[in-house]
C-alpha cells in the first residue's frame, strides 16, 4: 500500500511538473513572438525609412505599384464580405477582421512601414488599382467617400482613376413573381441611377461600363446594346460624361467608346 501511494504521489508531482513545463513554453513562444514582432518592425522601419530618405518619389512609385496595385479589386456589400470567426468557427461580417484578412501583408500597417510610407502607399493603391462594382449604386458611393484606412485628409474619391461597373439591361426584382423568374428591362431612369455614382470620381478617370443584355441572339444583343447606348449616352449623360474616359462593353463582345464616337461626331457637325 505504501508503495502505491508513493507512485500515485509521484504522479502527482510529475503532473504538476508537466502543467508547469506547458506554462513556460506557452509564455517562452509569447515572449518569442513578441521579440520577433519586435525585430521585425525594426527592421521594416529601417528598410522604409531608407526607402523615404535615399529614393526619389519616382522609384518610390515603381516599389508601391509593385506591392498595392490590383488590377482587379472587387468592392462588394458587407455580406459578401463574410470571414471565419475564430470564436464561433462561423462566417460573419466584422470589419476589423476582414481588413486584416484582405490587407494581411505588413506593409498595410503603418506601425511596421512608417507614416509617410503608408500614405504613398495607399495613395498608389487607390490611384493605380482598378475597382470594381455591381449595378448597386450605393455601394460604390460608399466606397468613393469613405476613409478606410483612416489617413487625414484622404478620400478614395479623389485619387481613385479606373472603374468598372457591371450593369445589367434586366432586372430580376423579388418584388414580382415574374420578375424574380424571368427578370424584366430595366427603365431607363434604373440605369441612368446606377451611373450615378460615377461622377463622385475625379475628372480624367478611366471609366469601363460592363453591359450585359441576356439577348438570346444577335439581332436582340444589337436591339438592347442601342437601346443601351441610348439611355446610358443620352445627350445630359453624355456632357457630364465629357469629364472622363468612358468605354461600353456590351456582352464582352462589343466596345463602344464614347470619347471617340463624341469627336467623330464633332467632326460631322464641324467638317
Known amino acids: ?87 464561433t468557427r462561423l462566417y460573419s461580417y466584422d470589419h476589423a477582421r476582414w481588413k486584416a484578412e484582405h490587407f494581411a501583408e505588413h506593409y498595410w500597417d503603418a506601425a511596421y512601414v512608417g507614416a509617410s510610407f503608408f500614405q504613398e502607399l495607399i495613395e498608389n493603391y487607390y490611384r493605380t488599382s482598378t475597382f470594381i462594382f455591381s449595378d448597386e449604386p450605393d455601394v460604390m458611393t460608399r466606397f468613393l467617400q469613405t476613409n478606410e484606412f483612416h489617413l487625414p485628409s484622404l478620400l478614395p474619391g479623389d485619387l481613385v482613376a479606373n472603374v468598372a461597373i457591371h450593369l445589367n439591361a434586366v432586372s430580376y426584382d423579388r418584388g414580382s413573381f415574374r420578375a424574380y423568374l424571368f427578370g424584366v428591362p430595366k427603365t431607363a431612369a434604373r440605369l441612368q441611377e446606377q451611373l450615378q455614382p460615377l461622377f463622385g470620381l475625379k475628372p480624367g478617370a478611366s471609366v469601363r461600363i460592363h453591359f450585359s443584355t441576356e439577348a438570346k441572339d444577335g439581332t436582340g444583343r444589337d436591339r438592347c446594346c442601342q437601346a443601351g447606348v441610348e439611355t446610358l449616352f443620352s445627350s445630359v449623360q453624355r456632357e457630364r460624361l465629357k469629364a472622363y474616359r468612358v468605354q461600353l462593353v456590351a456582352d464582352e463582345t462589343h466596345v463602344f467608346d464614347l470619347e471617340a464616337a463624341m469627336r467623330e461626331e464633332w467632326a460631322g457637325m464641324h467638317g
Request: aromatic letters at 4%; glycine letters at 2%.
Open 1 to 87: 500500500m505504501r508503495a502505491e501511494n508513493l507512485r500515485r504521489a509521484r504522479i502527482v508531482a510529475l503532473r504538476s511538473e508537466l502543467n508547469a513545463l506547458e506554462t513556460s513554453l506557452v509564455d517562452a513562444g509569447r515572449r518569442s513572438q513578441r521579440d520577433l514582432e519586435q525585430l521585425a518592425t525594426a527592421e521594416c522601419l529601417a528598410i522604409t525609412t531608407n526607402v523615404m530618405t535615399l529614393l526619389p518619389r519616382e522609384i518610390r512609385d515603381m516599389i508601391y505599384r509593385y506591392l498595392s496595385t490590383r488590377p482587379n479589386e472587387r468592392i462588394e456589400k458587407e455580406k459578401f464580405r463574410a470571414t471565419l470567426d475564430p470564436l
